[in-house]
Each structure stands twice: as C-alpha cells, then as structure tokens.
C-alpha cells in the first residue's frame, strides 16, 4: 500500500531530516550549557570565594556568555566553607539543576567531601581544590585541576630556598586544615632533600584571631614558612610585623596573592612566594584577564580568579573538540584531560594521566613600586609536576602529605 504524503507529514519529515544533517554544534544550541560554581562567600575563606566567582564572570563575559556556538548559563551555589554544605549544593547543581560540569569547590576538605558522589554521577569537576589524593593515590576520573596540587606550589619554593637563599633551618605555620598539611609536608620533603631542616611545625586553627602565642614559638632558624590562606595571611602577617619579628618570610600561593597586596601594609615587604599564577606575566590572555578584573572590580586578579578564568579555558578547548556537546560524559571528560593550552593567564600547560595541570610555577618577590605593593617574578620553573622531580611510583608508595607526615626529624 502506498502512503499518502500530505504537505504538513513532508514538511516534518523534511525537517527531521535536515536535523538530522546538521553539524553538532548547531544541534547542540537546543540548550544552554549549565555551569555549577561552588563557592564561598562567608567565613574565613570567603575572600578567595569572591574572586573565583568574579574570574568565572569575567572569563564568560570575554566570550560573551558562549562556548563553541552554545550559550552559558552559570549558577552559583555559595558552600558556606564547610563539608555538610558543599555536598548539599553539589547535590542541587546535579539533581535540581542538571547542570553540565561543576567549576570549584575552594577547599580541600570541601572536595574530598564531594567526590565520591560525583564520581557516582560522572559530574565532570573543574577545581582549584589542591587535595593531594584526588588525582594520586584516590583519582576521581571525572575530575581536571589546572592550578596545582597543595605541595606543588610548595615544591618548588622549597628548592629555592634550599639551592638559591640558602636556608638551612626553617619553622612552618599553616592553618591547621588539609590544604595547610600538605602545602608544608611538601615544602619539607623538598627541602629537606636537599639539605635543609624543618625543626618545628605550627598549626593554628582556621579560626584563630590572635596569633601571639605561636609567634612567641620562633626563633633559632634562618626563616618562616607560612601558608595561611583566605584573609588570614592578612592577621597573621600584621601581628608578625607588630611583634617585632624580622626573620624572612616564605609563603604559599593564598598567603602571597596578588589580590591581597592592597590590602597589606610594609608587613609584606620582602615576602618571597610561589604560585601557579603571576600579574606579570606578560601573554595576550593574562593582559586581557587583568584590565577586565581592574575594569569590572577594581581589582588586579590572584589565585583564585585567575584559575577560575583558567578553568573556564579549559572548558572552553574541551567543547570544542566535543561539538558543543557534553551529554556523552565520557567523551567530555577525556577531551578535558587531551586539553594542550599554549596562551594562557598562567602560561601552557597540560594534564597528566591523572588530571593534574603540568605546567609554570613562579617565584615572586614583594616588593613597592611608586604606591603599590607587587609581586615580581624572580624565578619561573617550567613544567612542575605533581610528583615534582620524584618517580611517580616511588611517590604513590609513600603516605599522603599530611599533619604528621613527612614526621619532624628527631
């Protein structure tokens, strides 16, 4: 029997069929993609928080709300900081709001907190989290980090305190949470690898407004190390300079960002830090990052700006070796980590097989410069590695950096 084809059953077959032949990209236009940010905008650490939601803005108004031909809608979750909250909001990016892939969380604790249950949901996560174990001993393989593992940053600032300042013997400070464990236990492997001491660790809690009694513990050494994060390097470096104490200070990424410096005094003089990121870098991208944060904010941009605006790089190359597309999570995925990027805010980078950025570590000076207190590059090292220059499988053999481990020498 033949069919009979009426004008309106032609006209649907016909434009079934044209969909059918059109390209990816403009097939996936149907919909926007959906970004989740968790962040923080209270506590401690909200600081930080604040500017990875101002980077991720920043980043999508460069491209005009739009990834490889698909519009971006963003919606920010605000995870209190806390373990209990960033799962709730996780819970709510991926249920409620069917979101594509999640940018964030801020802290160690927050991720590790999240991520079996977006492992179990193949929810792709773009993080500045540094916890170690995420793409070492425990990978999540739905997760991508471009900034840096806690220790990576600290790696290289331990060398160079070792091999070029000559130090010997050190104390270290660090918020006592897992980002600031690991950021000192890798300062002190290294370190102590090449020659050096570290002779006593101090942990004052997150919360702690009066550094007094851990300041009084210092003394006997060649400098600091600190590695508070949020606005606390703001207290604890006012009320170093206010006892009197002149030892050099060392310090990780948070504690010597570029966004804080406005807001210190002659306290920070001097402070030598390291970071995957640094306002002088002179490439199209970060030129393009930094008027658009002093234009939006008022603002130059640090730590976490930048690496959201880096995330958003990611995301933006991973698209686009999709089609747009980001319903096949496993192809999503795998494009995250073939992400190759030359031109970025912190240089070219790429990922290893566990996800983890290979790229620039910078070294800075705190210095003035007319009314202004910046940062000045005075060593780069070129693809750092989560393993820094140890075997891989030696390195995944020994405990996770830690409060207690590498353990003080006796």
């Excluded at 709300?65 to 996780?90: C, F, H, S, W």
């Excluded at 174990?133 to 220790?151: E, H, I, K, L, W």
């Amino acid at each position: 029997m033949t069919a009979k084809l009426d004008r309106r059953t032609f006209l649907a077959g016909t434009a079934l069929a044209a969909a059918a032949t059109l390209p990816r990209p403009a097939r996936a236009q149907a919909k926007p993609v959906r970004i989740g940010l968790l962040t923080v905008k209270t506590g401690p650490l909200a600081q930080g928080g604040i500017q990875m939601e101002q980077g991720t803005i920043r980043f999508l108004k460069d491209r005009n709300y739009t990834l490889a031909g698909r519009k971006v809608e963003l919606i920010v979750a605000d995870t209190g900081g806390n373990p209990a909250g960033t799962k709730t909001k996780t819970q709510e990016l991926v249920e409620r709001d069917n979101v594509d892939m999640i940018f964030g969380p801020l802290a160690a604790f927050e991720l590790l907190a999240i991520t079996d249950y977006a492992a179990a949901a193949k929810m792709p996560i773009l993080s500045l989290a540094a916890a170690e174990d995420m793409t070492q001993r425990r990978p999540n393989p739905y997760f991508v980090r471009a900034s840096g593992t806690s220790a990576q940053y600290l790696h290289p600032l331990a060398d160079y305190a070792a091999k070029e300042l000559k130090f010997k013997r050190v104390i270290t400070l660090a918020d006592d949470f897992a980002f600031g464990h690991e950021q000192m236990a890798g300062f002190q492997r290294v370190f102590e690898d090449a020659g050096g001491r570290v002779v006593k660790k101090l942990w004052p809690p997150l919360v702690t407004p009066d550094y007094t009694p851990y300041l009084a513990q210092i003394s006997g050494v060649d400098a600091i190390v600190q590695g508070f994060a949020g606005s606390n390097p703001l207290k604890f470096m006012k009320q170093y300079k206010d006892q009197g104490l002149k030892l050099p200070v060392l310090a990780g990424a948070p504690a010597g960002d570029d966004a804080l410096l406005k807001s210190f005094g002659d306290e920070a003089l001097g402070m030598i830090s390291s970071n995957f990121y640094t306002n002088d870098f002179d490439t199209p991208s970060n030129k393009r990052l930094i008027d658009g944060m002093v234009r939006d904010y008022g603002n130059i941009p640090g730590t976490y700006s930048a690496g959201l605006y880096v995330n958003g790089m990611v995301a933006e190359a991973a698209l686009e070796k999709t089609g747009g597309k980001t319903d096949d999570r496993e192809a999503f995925i795998k494009a995250l980590r073939a992400v190759k990027l030359t031109d970025t805010p912190r240089g070219p980078f790429h990922f290893d097989h566990f996800g983890n950025v290979v790229g620039s570590f910078y070294i800075r000076k705190c210095e003035r410069k007319g009314d202004k207190l910046v940062n000045t590059t005075i060593k780069a090292y070129p693809n750092v590695s989560q393993f820094w220059t140890y075997d891989e499988k030696w390195f995944l053999t020994q405990p996770v950096y830690s409060r207690d481990y590498p353990p003080l020498k006796s």
